[in-house]
């Protein structure tokens, strides 16, 4: 079986442009904009896959405009190379307390 491919383009390298059209990126950010506010609405914070720096630049964009759109600072995290987390004050990423008996003193 022969599959011809069409509008085929090559993905950019680290810091070149994103390989989506105005258009395109419009769309993204503002699905994204409708998708997440309303996990992060419903539960107070969500995980979505953000795998090149372009990807983590549009989830940073998206916690800014809920935050103007909402009031109320979205907070964003790395939470693995992998994931970011955008949450509400009080569902943020926590941070372990380090005890003394923790760092080996007595």
């Known amino acids: 079986m022969t599959r011809e491919l069409y509008n085929v383009r090559l993905v950019p390298r ?20 409708n998708d997440l506010g309303r996990a992060v609405s419903d539960r107070g914070w969500v995980r979505f896959p953000a795998y090149s720096p372009e990807e983590r630049r549009r989830l940073v ?5 809920l935050s103007a759109y909402w009031g109320v600072e979205v907070g964003v995290a790395a ?3 992998c994931s970011m987390r955008l949450f509400l ?6 941070e ?4 003394p008996a923790r760092e080996g003193r007595v």
């Not at 070149?16 to 503002?30: C, H, I, N, S």
């Not at 964009?61 to 405009?65: E, M, Q």
């Open 89 to 94: 004050p009080g569902y943020g990423p926590r």
């Open 61 to 65: 964009d998206v916690a800014g405009r």
């Open 14 to 33: 680290d810091g070149d442009p994103t390989p989506l059209t105005d258009e395109e990126e419009q769309r993204a950010r503002a699905t994204l904009f």
């Open 79 to 81: 939470e693995d190379p």
């Open 96 to 99: 372990a307390a380090v005890t």
